[in-house]
């Protein structure tokens, strides 16, 4: 796995129902240092929108929105 397949299957591994992907993507990540920020910048957000550490302003629901209106689901 390279870079640009990290980047293009990186949210059907957050989905997490491909073990398969999952393996391939931990052993790119732990070997990429690039990806392997990514995905922990990735991390903390996501944990600090969960636990309300932070919240999304207004206009970040608006963009959203906008964006799940115009681009297919995959
Ligand atoms: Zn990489």
Do not use: W
Not at 14 to 31: S, T
Not at 58 to 72: C, I, V, Y
């Amino acid at each position: 796995m390279n870079c640009a397949e990290f980047s293009r299957y990186y949210t059907d591994f957050r989905d997490g129902n491909d073990p398969d992907l999952a393996a391939r993507m931990r052993v790119h990540v732990e070997g990429c240092r690039r990806c392997g920020t990514h995905h922990r910048a990735l991390l903390i957000g996501v944990e600090a929108l969960q636990y309300g550490e932070i919240e999304p302003s207004e206009g970040m629901h608006h963009s959203l929105s906008a964006r799940f209106k115009t681009r297919p689901i995959r």
